[in-house]
């Protein structure tokens, strides 16, 4: 067999592979979206108390798909889905609050956010360059972020600063997961590549929920 054709052969199963992926990736991700709002809208009279137990409770159905990933392609979609319900519970108060107060501040940081993750994750996607220090480096900055916000939180305009260095941290880390997404090779590993553009998409955006409520 000519090792032209063979290559060839492996070349366009390899891009049908990485396509099927994509287009799995983001299907989970639209569910989780899904799955999310109507989160938000069975949450919405709910108490912050509850709201913190859905939180928890979302991030342990996220540590549980690293362990059913290895065992069950069914337990870890529907992880997957009960992770974006809880946490559509958990932010359900906060995102009735602006419902009320500022609807207009959600649609302005809904708009900004599908940017966002459309420019970043382009790049990310297309772009030849390894990625993988700069999502080390980002996790780690976040990290730092989180302490930033422990400690410096009285600090005057600390919210702003933290939602600015924030959007820079996640642009970081959606390229990385977009690169991550194109680079696999496992289709089972869609269900936690969707969660991690998931929560990407998410945290920023909160961060620009924050930076649009304080211009309103």
């Known amino acids: ?23 799995q990736v983001m299907w989970y991700v639209a569910a989780t979206a899904g799955v999310f709002a109507l989160g938000s809208y069975l949450g919405r009279d709910l108490s ?35 992770f974006g319900l809880l946490f559509g519970v958990a932010l359900a108060p906060t995102l009735t609050y602006y419902a009320a107060t500022s ?9 900004a956010t599908a940017l966002f993750i459309a420019g970043f994750g382009s790049f990310g996607y297309a772009t030849r360059r390894d990625l993988s220090g700069i999502g080390r480096v980002c996790f780690g900055a976040l990290l730092v972020l989180i302490l930033f916000v422990l ?41 936690l590549i969707a969660a991690s ?3 990407d998409a998410l945290n920023v955006f909160l961060f620009f929920l924050r ?3 304080r211009s309103n």
């Open 1 to 23: 067999m000519n090792p032209s054709y063979s290559q060839a052969g492996f070349g366009a199963a390899t891009a049908d592979r990485t396509r099927t992926l994509f287009g």
């Open 197 to 199: 553009i998931f929560l």
């Open 151 to 191: 400690i410096f939180v009285h600090i005057p305009h600390a919210s702003l600063i933290y939602s600015i260095l924030g959007l820079v941290i996640f642009a970081g880390l959606t390229m990385f997961d977009f690169q991550r997404l194109r680079r696999s090779k496992n289709m089972d590993s869609a269900p």
């Open 48 to 82: 912050h108390g509850v709201a913190f137990v859905a939180y928890i409770a979302g991030f342990a159905c996220l540590m549980g798909m690293n362990f059913a990933v290895r065992r069950s392609a069914g337990l870890t979609t529907g992880l997957l889905l009960a």
């Open 103 to 111: 609807p207009q501040v959600l649609w302005q940081a809904g708009g």
């Open 211 to 213: 930076i649009f409520s």
